[in-house]
């Protein structure tokens, strides 16, 4: 596609609920990246992809959280037993391996946990 | 671990005013990259930085590193209410394979018409 698209925009969870984030990245985009934004702080790093393989997963705050890109496009965090912690915007990237070019943001979805 | 520290924290200024933001590395810098965010939308990228003392312009937005690697600059002339959002630093993490990103706090920018 054109850009990052993620899905849903919007996600509110009851506490202990399970909820999943899905990404669907540039096509082709080899590298994949999922951060979560707090209300007025920066985005903070999750975890990392290139293509299928899970490179980097020092970022998930607990095992609650979980994340996978079984066929190395379209990828899927996954939130068990949400707290009202997760909160937050969980935003996607991609990049083609360029580092000149920037990593492409999708617009995110916003988590709300009650 | 590297930190990014971004000033101003937020910014008001009169259309038409020239700007700074500045973001301190607490680390030597291999890449710094700035976006730009509105609110309940995802990061647009602006430019990324490499070399020590590399100036980069795009429209009326001009973005610096220092020599020594551990400071850049984000500088918006005339500014205009299309300006207005939140600028976000960031850097490849110090292992540097070009993976994840840390990110500053964001300096909130507004720009009264």
């Known amino acids: 596609g054109a850009g990052v698209s993620q899905s849903p925009r919007y996600k509110v969870a009851k506490r202990g609920q399970d909820v999943a984030l899905r990404c669907d990245p540039i096509?082709?985009?080899?590298?994949l990246f999922w951060y979560q934004q707090a209300l007025g702080q920066g985005p903070e790093f999750l975890t990392y992809f290139q293509n299928e393989a899970q490179l980097d997963k020092s970022g998930l705050p607990s095992d609650r959280f979980f994340a996978e890109r079984p066929e190395g496009s379209v990828s899927t965090l996954k939130i068990q037993r949400t707290q009202q912690e997760d909160s937050a915007v969980y935003l996607c990237?991609?990049?083609?391996?360029?580092?000149?070019?920037?990593?492409?943001f999708g617009s995110g979805t916003r988590l709300t946990v009650v | 671990s590297q930190e990014l520290e971004q000033s101003p924290q937020s910014l008001i200024v009169q259309e038409g005013k020239n700007l700074t933001i500045n973001c301190t590395s607490s680390k030597t810098l291999y890449g710094l990259y700035w976006y730009k965010q509105k609110y309940g939308e995802g990061l647009i990228f602006l430019m990324m930085l490499q070399k020590g003392g590399e100036e980069k312009s795009h429209e009326k937005i001009t973005a610096k590193l220092d020599e020594k690697k551990q400071q850049s600059s984000l500088h918006i002339t005339a500014s205009q209410p299309s300006h207005a959002g939140i600028y976000l630093c960031g850097a490849d993490g110090d292992y540097n394979q070009g993976g994840k990103l840390i990110f500053g706090q964001g300096t909130e920018l507004s720009v009264k018409p």
């Open positions: 990237a991609s990049s083609g391996g360029g580092r000149d070019y920037g990593y492409t």
């Open positions: 096509s082709g985009h080899v590298s």
